[in-house]
Structures are given as C-alpha cells and as structure tokens.
C-alpha cells in the first residue's frame, strides 16, 4: 500500500543518513589520521602520535596502551596498540564502532592542541560524541574534555540525560548545564 511504501522510503533515508554520518565521520578521522602520518613522516608527528595515543589510552580506561605507526604496502597505518611493547595490536577496522570514536577523539585533540600551541583555538564543539561509549569511558572522555579547557572552550551537546549525571563526577564549577525547551527542540 502507500502507506507502507512511503514507511520503508522513511526508514530507508532514515538509515542513508545514519550511513552518510558515519562515512563523514570516518573520512574525517581518515584525513586526520593521514595528516598525523605525513607529519610523521617529516618526524614532527611522533610527538602528536604519542600525545593522541596517550588520551586514547585514557579514553579506553587502559584497554589500548598507545598508538602506533607501521609501514604498509600502501604507506602507514596506524594501530591500537594492546599493552606498550607487546607487539600485539588491532588495526583500525577491528576495533569496535566505540572504540574508532574513542581513537577519533583523541587524534582530534591531540591535533588541536598541537595546533594551538602556534595559535588560538575556537570553541571545541562536542556533538554527542559520547554517544557510542559505554559509562566508564564515557566519564574518561569527560575528563579528557575538562582537561583540554586548558586549550580551548569546550561544549559538549547532547539528548543523552545519563552523560549528565555522569558529569556531575568532575570537579565542582566544570560542568555548566544549559537545557533547551521542548519547543526550542521540536523547531
């Protein structure tokens, strides 16, 4: 029936869209990644390769011991290390959905705090990237997000009311709560 089609014609944009966000946010973290690689190339990345693979370190709650480069038939790629000098690690594509946001976070800031090293920063504007990590990890991200204060001005945006709660755990005066109205939402 009509109805039924124009059902399945929703869900299918509904699920396009969900594929066209990944994919941006996959080619983003692919075109930091290749940055942090070219930089490393010249030598001046392996500090902001240790940097992002320290926070991701931290973003993981210890699951991931670092980040690491390795040559490729194609050029480098960059690994989840699994303990610091084990050798053993996981690729890109192996880690879970979580766990590639948690890598993509942390090559996001440890890029910009590279760069703002040189310059200043604008607001860092987190819109729900959190919404893939479990609770522990998620309180590490905020963490992570207060530190990187020290960088720049963080907003975090989300619907998720369980990251509130979850940030009431940090210092007194971080977190700074604005709620929008239903109406301000529906429009």
Not at 39 to 59: H, P, Q
Not at 69 to 76: D, F, K, M, R, S
Not at 92 to 114: H, K, P, V, Y
């Amino acid at each position: 029936t009509l109805l039924a089609a124009s059902g399945r014609r929703q869900a299918a944009l509904a699920e396009l869209a969900r594929h066209t966000e990944r994919a941006a946010l996959l080619h983003a973290a692919a075109s930091l990644l290749r940055a942090a690689l070219e930089a490393g190339a010249e030598g001046a990345g392996t500090a902001a390769v240790a940097r992002a693979g320290s926070l991701f370190s931290g973003l993981t709650c210890g699951a991931y011991a670092a980040l690491a480069v390795e040559e490729a038939e194609n050029g480098e790629r960059l690994l989840a290390a699994l303990e610091a000098g084990s050798g053993a690690h996981k690729q890109i594509n192996e880690l879970s959905e979580g766990s590639q946001d948690q890598m993509f976070l942390a090559l996001r800031l440890a890029a910009l705090e590279d760069y703002g090293t040189s310059r200043p920063l604008l607001p860092f504007l987190a819109d729900d990237v959190l919404q893939t990590f479990d609770d522990a990890r998620a309180k590490a991200a905020l963490s992570a997000l207060l530190a990187f204060t020290a960088h720049a001005q963080v907003l975090v945006l989300t619907h998720h009311p369980h990251l509130l709660r979850l940030a009431e755990s940090l210092p007194p005066g971080a977190v700074h709560e604005v709620r929008l109205a239903e109406s301000a939402v529906a429009a």
